[in-house]
């Protein structure tokens, strides 16, 4: 096998970008690098990537090709420097398992981000739900916001507390209870929408 082989070989398109800045979602999904996107547009699989709106694709060494400005000999060198590949002998099955864990490794603690960051959203805008919502009088009709905020506030500062003072296996439990069926997402969508209403309630208000 010669260098390009063992590159691509040893190196996927997502480990690239990866390792080089580029978020890729679960998806499979990144703002594209190559053009100036503000959704992400960019498809990244294994084998290969492909832009929907500049029409970017390849493979790995056309990715760091093009990331780098480079001619793709020595985008591929750069790869096999950057990713510890043999450029006579392709990686063996222990060297690719071994860097697969690290990745896995990785994404765990990027899904705890993720998680913290968006049940601690979730926590903030419940806060104020449950003032801001708060019924006036006895007789008024109580706001369902009102009620989430009551329901739903302290089990969000509990998971909270267990991301940050939590050990690994307790954070992995929240981690993985939040994320089962989308539902982190779901509820990162929906903080979205919010913020955005509370925003244009603002301009409004503005603009009386
Ligand atoms: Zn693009």
Redesign the pocket.
């Known amino acids: 096998m010669n260098l390009f082989q063992n590159v691509k070989y040893g190196v996927s398109c997502r480990e690239a970008a990866e390792r080089y800045g580029v978020s890729v979602n679960r998806q499979g999904k990144a703002l594209?690098?190559?053009?100036n996107?503000r959704n992400p547009?960019?498809y990244v699989a294994d084998d290969h990537f492909y832009?929907?709106?500049?029409?970017?694709h390849g493979d790995v060494i056309d990715f760091a090709a093009n990331f780098f400005d480079l001619p793709l000999y020595e985008a591929a060198q750069r790869l096999a420097a950057d990713f510890g590949i043999d450029t006579d002998r392709p990686p063996t099955k222990k060297i690719l398992e071994k860097r697969r864990q690290k990745t896995e490794a990785q994404q765990l603690m990027e899904n705890e981000r993720l998680c913290f960051s968006v049940l601690s959203d979730y926590a903030r805008v419940l806060r104020d739900w449950k003032v801001r919502y708060a019924p006036q009088s006895p007789d008024e009709p109580v706001h369902a916001r009102f009620v989430e905020a009551c329901r739903k506030l302290d089990e969000t500062e509990y998971y909270l507390d267990i991301l940050c003072a939590g050990d690994s296996f307790e954070r992995a439990e929240v981690v993985q209870h939040q994320m089962a069926d989308g539902k982190l997402d779901r509820l990162r969508r929906r903080l979205e929408k919010i913020h955005k209403e509370d925003e244009n309630d603002n301009d409004t208000a503005g603009v009386a």
């Open positions: 594209c690098p190559f053009h996107d547009s960019l832009c929907f709106a500049c029409g970017a």
